[in-house]
C-alpha cells in the first residue's frame, strides 16, 4: 500500500492506495476519529462497493449523474443525517466517485458546522482528484461548483482493485484528469501511463498535495489544477441546460479544455505551434478527444466561463506559457470566442 500525505499542520491526512486497502478501513476509521460511534455511509446504487466500518452504519444513497449535485440532495442528506442521530463526534464515509464525494463531504461541512468524513473513492476520477483536497461542492443552474466549502477529509482510501469494473467513459473521465496532471509534473508528456496503476494514481496524488500544501483555499497557485477546468465546466453547465445535446463526463470535459487552453495561449503569444501539437499529443495519448461533441453557443460557454470560481469579474484562464501553467486574468472576450470558433472549425475538419 502506498500512502501519500497531505501536508496541512493540524489537518494533516493521508491518501492510501492500493488493491484492496479499503479492506483496512475499520482500523483507519478509529485511528482518525476516535470518538465515533456512528457512520453515515453516503453511497449511490450499482456502485457495488462494500465497506466495514467497525461502527453502526446507516446508508443514503444519492441520485447518479452531476445533475445530484445540488443544495436539495445536500439538505435531504443532513436531514437524514439528524433523523438517524448523527452526532458531530461521528463520521460521514463517502463510497463513490467525485459527485458522491462532493455532496458527502459539502454535506460534512455543513451538518453541525462541521462533521468529520472520511473519502472511499471508488472511480478512477476521485481516485486521482476528486476525493482529495477538501474541495467539497455543488452546482446552480448558473454554473458548476458554485457553491461548497474547503473541508479536509480525515483520511482518502484509494482501492485501485475496485476500478477493474469501471465503464470505459468512466476510466476515460479519470484520464481527462491524469492529462492534466501530465502538464502539471516535472515534464509534460504521457510517461504516466507507463507506471503500474496504483503508481499512477499515488503519482497524481503526489502532484495535488503538494499543490494543496502550499494554497489549501485556493489564494493563487492552487489554482493551476483547475487546467483546462474553464471550459470544461462551461460545457459541463451547458449540457445540463434542457435540450442540450451535449454528452460529456468531467474528464472528457477537461481534455476538450486542455487543448482548448493551449489554443488560447497560442493566440495569446504564450506558447508555439509546438507546444499546442504536445497538447493534442498527450491528450491523444490518453484515448481522449479534444472535439466538442455536439453545437454549442459561444455566447452562452463565455456567460458560464465568466461565472467561474477563478474569475474577478474578468475572464480567468489557466494557461500554459514560458513559466509553465499559471493564472492569466483580463482575457478579452474576442480571443476567447475567436478560439472556440478556431477549434469548433478544427473539430470539423476531423482534427482531435
Avoid at 475499520?26 to 457495488?48: C, F, H, K, N, S
Avoid at 479536509?152 to 467513459?169: F, I, N
Avoid at 496524488?205 to 497557485?221: H, L, T
Avoid at 461533441?293 to 452562452?300: A, I, N, Q, T
Wanted: aromatic share 4%; proline share 4%; hydrophobic share 45%.
Amino acid at each position: 500500500m502506498i500512502r501519500v500525505p497531505v501536508e496541512l499542520g493540524e489537518r494533516r491526512y493521508e491518501v492510501l492506495i492500493g488493491d484492496g486497502c479499503r479492506q483496512g478501513l475499520a482500523d483507519i476509521l478509529a485511528e482518525v476519529v476516535p470518538g465515533a460511534r456512528r457512520a453515515a455511509v453516503v453511497t449511490q446504487a450499482g456502485i457495488g462497493v462494500t465497506v466495514e466500518t467497525g461502527l453502526a452504519v446507516h446508508e443514503f444513497t444519492v441520485p447518479d449523474g452531476e445533475a445530484a449535485k445540488s443544495l436539495t440532495v445536500v439538505e435531504d442528506l443532513c436531514r437524514g443525517f439528524s433523523r438517524w442521530g448523527l452526532s458531530r463526534s461521528d463520521v460521514v464515509v463517502a463510497v463513490g466517485g467525485g459527485v458522491v464525494t462532493d455532496l458527502a463531504g459539502f454535506a460534512a461541512a455543513s451538518y453541525q458546522r462541521g462533521t468529520a468524513y472520511v473519502n472511499v473513492a471508488t472511480t478512477l476520477l476521485a481516485q486521482v482528484d476528486a476525493a482529495i483536497g477538501g474541495k467539497t461542492g455543488v452546482n446552480l443552474p448558473e454554473g458548476k461548483n458554485l457553491v461548497g466549502a474547503f473541508w479536509q477529509p480525515k483520511a482518502v482510501v484509494c482501492d485501485t482493485g475496485v476500478l477493474a469494473t469501471l465503464p470505459p467513459r468512466e476510466w476515460a473521465s479519470g484520464r481527462g484528469e491524469m492529462a492534466k496532471y501530465a502538464f502539471l509534473g516535472d515534464r509534460p508528456d504521457a510517461s504516466l501511463l507507463d507506471l503500474p496503476l496504483d503508481r499512477q494514481v499515488a503519482r497524481c496524488v503526489a502532484i495535488k498535495a503538494g499543490v494543496v500544501a502550499s494554497d489549501e483555499r485556493e489564494g493563487d497557485r492552487r489554482m493551476v489544477l483547475n487546467y483546462g477546468h474553464t471550459l470544461a465546466h462551461a460545457l459541463e453547465a451547458a449540457s445540463l441546460e434542457p435540450g442540450s445535446e451535449l454528452d460529456l463526463r468531467h474528464g472528457e470535459a477537461v481534455a476538450v479544455g486542455l487543448v482548448y487552453a493551449a489554443l488560447l495561449a497560442r493566440r495569446l503569444g504564450r506558447i508555439d505551434d509546438r507546444r499546442v501539437e504536445l497538447h493534442r499529443a498527450v491528450v491523444g495519448a490518453f484515448d481522449l478527444s479534444a472535439v466538442v461533441p455536439g453545437p454549442v453557443d459561444p455566447d452562452r460557454l463565455v456567460t458560464f466561463m465568466s461565472r467561474d470560481k477563478k474569475a474577478q469579474h474578468d475572464l480567468t484562464f489557466v494557461l500554459d506559457g514560458p513559466r509553465g501553467v499559471e493564472v492569466v486574468r483580463g482575457i478579452a472576450e474576442a480571443d476567447v470566442v475567436a478560439t472556440l470558433a478556431e477549434m469548433q472549425a478544427s473539430s470539423a475538419g476531423g482534427a482531435g
